[in-house]
T-cell receptor, first 113, second 110 residues
Framework: NAGVMQNPRHLVRRRGQEARLRCSPV?????VYWYRQLPEEGLKFMVY????????ESGMPKERFSAEFPKEGPSILRIQQVVRGDSAAYFC???????????FGPGTRLTVL | AQRVTQPEKLLSVFKGAPVELKCNYS??????LFWYVQYSRQRLQLLLR??SRESIKGFTADLNKGETSFHLKKPFAQEEDSAMYYC????????????FGTGTRLTIIP
C-alpha cells in the first residue's frame, strides 16, 4: 500500500502562472480532502470531494482556485494566476468511507516567485 | 465557528519525564477529536482519536467536555517522541473536514 501520493513534491511558479497539484488517494479510497498550510500556521481545510462530486468547498478561495476528482485518475487542485500569497504547503488526504480516518500525503510545497 | 487552540509552539522535555501537550477546542455540538503527529521527514499520521480510547506509543488523551480540552499525555518521554504534534477536530457525522491547531513541536532532551 503506497499510501496517498502527491506530485510534484515541490513546484515553483512565477506570478500569473498556473499551478496544478495532483493527488492519488489510497487505492480504493473514494473521499479526497485538500488542506493548505501557510508558514507558521496549522493546516486549513480547502475542499472535500468524492468521485466526480464536490461535497464541501467552504474553505476554497472564491477566485482562481478549483478542484476536481474525476472518475478515473488523480484529484487535481488548480490555482490560476498564482500570487505570492499562494506560497504554501498543500496537503491531500483520503479516506475510504464517510467519517473514517484520513490518510495524508507528503504534501506539495508551492513557491511563487 | 469551530476552532482548535494549541497554546505551546515549542515544548522541551527531558527523556523519562512526563509529557503533556495542551489542546483546547471550540465547537457547538459533539466533536470528534484527534491527535496527528509528524516525525522528521515523514508525512502527517494519525496518533489517536478519542472515540477509539486507545493508547498509542504510550500516549493517551482524554476528552474533557467541561473544559473543552483534549490534552495529550505520556508518563515517560522517549527520544523518538520528538516530532510535531497537531490536535484536530471534526464535526458530527456528515461534516468530515478537519480543523487543526497550529501544532506543538516537542523536543525530547536526552
Amino acid at each position: 500500500n503506497a499510501g496517498v501520493m502527491q506530485n510534484p513534491r515541490h513546484l515553483v511558479r512565477r506570478r500569473g502562472q498556473e499551478a496544478r497539484l495532483r493527488c492519488s488517494p489510497v487505492k480504493g479510497h473514494s473521499h479526497v480532502y485538500w488542506y493548505r498550510q501557510l508558514p507558521e500556521e496549522g493546516l486549513k481545510f480547502m475542499v472535500y470531494l468524492q468521485k466526480e462530486n464536490i461535497i464541501d468547498e467552504s474553505g476554497m478561495p472564491k477566485e482562481r482556485f478549483s478542484a476536481e476528482f474525476p472518475k478515473e485518475g488523480p484529484s487535481i487542485l488548480r490555482i490560476q494566476q498564482v500570487v505570492r500569497g499562494d506560497s504554501a504547503a498543500y496537503f491531500c488526504a483520503s479516506s475510504s468511507v464517510l467519517a473514517d480516518t484520513q490518510y495524508f500525503g507528503p504534501g506539495t510545497r508551492l513557491t511563487v516567485l | 465557528a469551530q476552532r482548535v487552540t494549541q497554546p505551546e509552539k515549542l515544548l522541551s522535555v527531558f527523556k523519562g519525564a512526563p509529557v503533556e501537550l495542551k489542546c483546547n477546542y471550540s465547537y457547538s455540538g459533539s466533536p470528534e477529536l484527534f491527535w496527528y503527529v509528524q516525525y522528521s521527514r515523514q508525512r502527517l499520521q494519525l496518533l489517536l482519536r478519542h472515540i477509539s480510547r486507545e493508547s498509542i506509543k504510550g500516549f493517551t488523551a482524554d476528552l474533557n467536555k467541561g473544559e473543552t480540552s483534549f490534552h495529550l499525555k505520556k508518563p515517560f518521554a522517549q527520544e523518538e517522541d520528538s516530532a510535531m504534534y497537531y490536535c484536530a477536530l471534526s464535526g458530527n457525522f456528515g461534516n468530515e473536514k478537519l480543523t487543526f491547531g497550529t501544532g506543538t513541536r516537542l523536543t525530547i532532551i536526552p
